[in-house]
């Protein structure tokens, strides 16, 4: 069994080193497509490439984020895999908890798809602090080490079994294209955990938002005045919630501290099961079914396609 990571990025380069270091310890291979970032992001990819072969820069391009993106790795790369590998949604700036070496080990061969628990960690008032009393210790911490405050609030699919079915056709004029391959197995009924940082200093969170403000159809959740209260999942007081109009900053992605858990750096995580989406229930094996017809109906119709250009 091998892993292969498909990993699209932009402007992580205050936290992808330290993801990749982290993710080699149990991928085989991280195939990273830089989606236009200027931080220097995909220069120190290069970096970290040239001295591991584990990485894997596929290319940079600026082109209009999506998540379908991803499958522009995986047709490019799909030779590499065999029956029986895995695929991950990696993202830049995430540490897994569970190891998925193991974890992928122990689901059972019905099972083609595995879904995340996510532990979303918030920059809160308690690191503004350190911040302003001190902006070149707090920032020269990574991100793990300074961050300690989270909610247990999202899962996604993230790992998918590969077998010889499998495809991800890529997009289409007028088509936003699919998140995920085609030809999935059944859902593992069990999350494997990981801490995502998507908000980790004034300068960094500043420069997420600009950068997603300019795509709303990806980034909703951002465009959202009432992001805090989204967030924490209930409501929350009118002064600690954005007013409408107007582009967020940093300072509206403050999150209170105690609306959260506090990582107490033992290992042990509060679950909160109630705020994740369900995981796909596959009765009677029709949604297994249903995805291989997709697959196989999207076969035949490029088959055909290239008969009839031929």
């Keep these: 069994m091998r892993i292969h990571g498909l990993m699209l990025v932009k402007d992580e380069a205050d936290i992808v080193g330290a993801t990749l270091e982290a993710a080699a310890r149990w991928c085989d291979s991280i195939y990273v497509f830089d989606n236009g970032s200027s931080d220097g992001t995909w220069e120190l990819i290069q970096a970290i490439a040239a001295r591991?072969?584990?990485?894997?820069?596929?290319?940079?391009?600026?082109?209009?984020?999506?998540?379908?993106?991803?499958?522009?790795?995986?047709?490019?790369?799909?030779?590499?895999a065999h029956p029986g590998d895995w695929w991950c949604i990696l993202d830049g700036d995430e540490f897994y908890i569970d190891d998925p070496r193991e974890f992928l080990a122990a689901v059972p061969?019905?099972?083609?798809?595995?879904?995340?628990?996510?532990?979303?960690?918030?920059?809160?008032?308690?690191?503004l602090e350190r911040y302003e009393a001190d902006p070149g210790e707090f920032l020269a911490a990574p991100a793990p080490e300074r961050l300690h405050y989270y909610l247990n609030n999202w899962s996604e699919s993230r790992f998918m079994?590969?077998?010889?079915?499998?495809?991800?056709?890529?997009?289409?004029?007028?088509?936003?294209?699919?998140?995920?391959?085609?030809?999935?197995?059944?859902?593992?009924?069990?999350?494997?955990?990981?801490?995502?940082?998507?908000?980790?200093?004034?300068?960094?969170?500043?420069?997420?938002?600009?950068?997603?403000?300019?795509?709303?159809?990806?980034?909703?959740?951002?465009?959202?005045?009432?992001?805090?209260?989204?967030t924490l999942g209930h409501s929350v007081p009118p002064e600690v919630t954005r007013p409408a109009g107007g582009a967020p900053s940093w300072r509206d992605r403050i999150v209170p501290s105690l609306y959260l858990h506090l990582d107490e750096?033992?290992?042990?995580?509060?679950?909160?099961?109630?705020?994740?989406?369900?995981?796909?229930?596959?009765?009677?094996g029709i949604r297994r079914a249903r995805r291989q017809a997709r697959a196989t109906f999207w076969r035949l119709r490029s088959a055909v396609a290239e008969a009839v250009g031929h």
């Design 109 to 127: 061969a019905r099972y083609g798809e595995v879904w995340s628990s996510s532990f979303q960690y918030y920059f809160t008032e308690r690191d």
């Design 161 to 230: 079994r590969h077998h010889d079915g499998l495809v991800w056709p890529p997009d289409r004029e007028g088509h936003p294209g699919y998140r995920r391959p085609l030809g999935l197995g059944a859902t593992y009924p069990r999350r494997i955990r990981l801490k995502h940082y998507q908000y980790r200093s004034p300068e960094q969170i500043d420069a997420r938002l600009r950068s997603r403000m300019a795509i709303a159809t990806s980034y909703r959740h951002e465009h959202q005045p009432d992001w805090l209260a989204r």
């Design 265 to 284: 750096g033992d290992g042990v995580y509060e679950e909160d099961e109630q705020a994740l989406p369900r995981i796909p229930v596959d009765r009677y």
């Design 52 to 80: 591991d072969p584990r990485v894997v820069p596929y290319k940079q391009d600026a082109k209009p984020f999506r998540q379908s993106l991803r499958g522009e790795i995986f047709r490019q790369f799909r030779d590499r």
